[in-house]
């Protein structure tokens, strides 16, 4: 076969190509919408959205040298996953650090405060002087699991910068400000839970809702394929690969059961809000969109740089998220990069929205 035949050949291939990522990113961009109990495969689409936008990015560049048509196919498949892209990725100088806050309020999922080892008391230590000095205000630590010999009160006694607390099930809330009232939301059959307060805010009621979702699994099942590929074991990596999938789409179901709980309290209540937490899912998942509606994304709307929030994985992924209503206007969002866990605490200044009566006026649905 010639160099003209196998240049057309390639050639063509690389036509099919574009369709076929094109197609992809059409999935991926679908992904959100679709409830993963409904279908699996869009669960994995989103999931591999990061390459298959890549890919695009990459065979743009190429037909864009070339000088063909077929560009038009990457450019509309960025082009319509716009929205994932903010929701990764904020041009440099976002949020404006000069304008007065009314409120601080810090998300982290503190690991069980095993990251650094045995000794929790100095990590609690290290990460209530961060949270003072960084001027927080409200404090929500998720997995938050004391040790046998440092427990709750120990743990609490090192936060006496916030003398208010509301403790849930591995969930604990510190609050400068008074907490009026306090509620568990467990997850059945999960470990998982959330936990919210009402605060009393220079005499405006405010709730503030710490979320830890079902974990993806992805860490144990991917654990057992890298032993089964250590050995060297086909049948035992097959396995391996066939268990983390399932895990993972079960688990996103699980999530999105989860969500759907707290969505009932959410679309009900009229009153200032703020959801944050940690949710175990990509921008480009169900979990992201479904607990997103009609919230502001903190990170969309004051952030800078990069989005991600889990230290591992090269830092990639954005699972931490800051949400809330009307009711406030974000001044600024950003995240700190400390070794007390395996995610990055989340930080948020808020101001107070002039002139809202709906969401401002305390009630909740119940009390309409």
Not at 55 to 72: D, E, G, I, P, T
Not at 196 to 221: E, F, M, N, P, Y
Request: aromatic letters at 12%; one cysteine or more; glycine letters at 8%.
């Amino acid at each position: 076969m010639g160099k003209k035949a196998v240049g057309y050949l390639l050639y063509n291939f690389l036509i099919l190509a574009t369709i076929g990522i094109f197609l992809l990113a059409v999935g991926g961009w679908r992904a959100p919408q679709v409830d993963p109990a409904r279908s699996g495969f869009y669960v994995f689409l989103g999931l591999a959205l990061p390459v298959v936008l890549f890919a695009n990015l990459s065979l743009l560049v190429y037909w864009c040298v070339r000088r063909k048509v077929w560009l038009l196919f990457p450019l509309a498949a960025l082009l319509l996953n716009t929205g994932y892209f903010t929701a990764m990725y904020q041009w440099p100088g976002g949020g404006d650090e000069s304008r007065p806050a009314d409120l601080k309020v810090v998300s982290y999922n503190v690991h069980a405060f095993r990251e650094q080892g045995a000794d929790i008391r100095q990590t609690v230590r290290q990460m209530a002087y961060l949270f003072r000095e960084e001027g927080a205000d409200v404090v929500c630590l998720e997995e938050f699991v004391p040790a046998p010999r440092f427990g709750l009160d120990s743990i609490i006694s090192r936060f006496h910068d916030w003398p208010h607390v509301a403790a849930g099930v591995a969930i604990t809330i510190f609050s400068k400000y008074p907490i009026l009232d306090a509620e568990v939301i467990p997850f059945p059959d999960t470990d998982n839970s959330a936990l919210w307060v009402d605060l009393l805010i220079s005499g405006q009621k405010v709730r503030v809702l710490a979320v830890h979702l079902q974990t993806t699994g992805v860490d144990r099942a991917q654990r057992n394929l890298s032993y089964q590929s250590r050995n060297l074991s086909v049948e035992g990596s097959s396995e391996a690969m066939e268990q983390m999938q399932a895990s993972y789409r079960a688990n996103a179901v699980v999530r999105a059961r989860q969500v759907a709980r707290l969505r009932q309290m959410v679309d009900t209540l009229r009153m200032p809000l703020i959801v944050c937490g940690d949710f175990n899912d990509m921008p480009s998942s169900y979990t992201y969109r479904a607990m997103k509606g009609d919230l502001h994304d903190g990170f969309k709307d004051c952030g800078s740089g990069y989005g991600g929030t889990f230290r591992h994985f090269k830092g990639l992924l954005r699972i931490d998220y800051m949400f809330y209503n009307d009711a406030f206007s974000g001044e600024r969002y950003y995240t700190l990069d400390v070794p007390y866990s395996d995610h990055k605490p989340v930080l948020m200044d808020f101001s107070f929205r002039s002139g809202e009566t709906d969401h401002g006026s305390g009630k909740t649905g119940s009390e309409r």
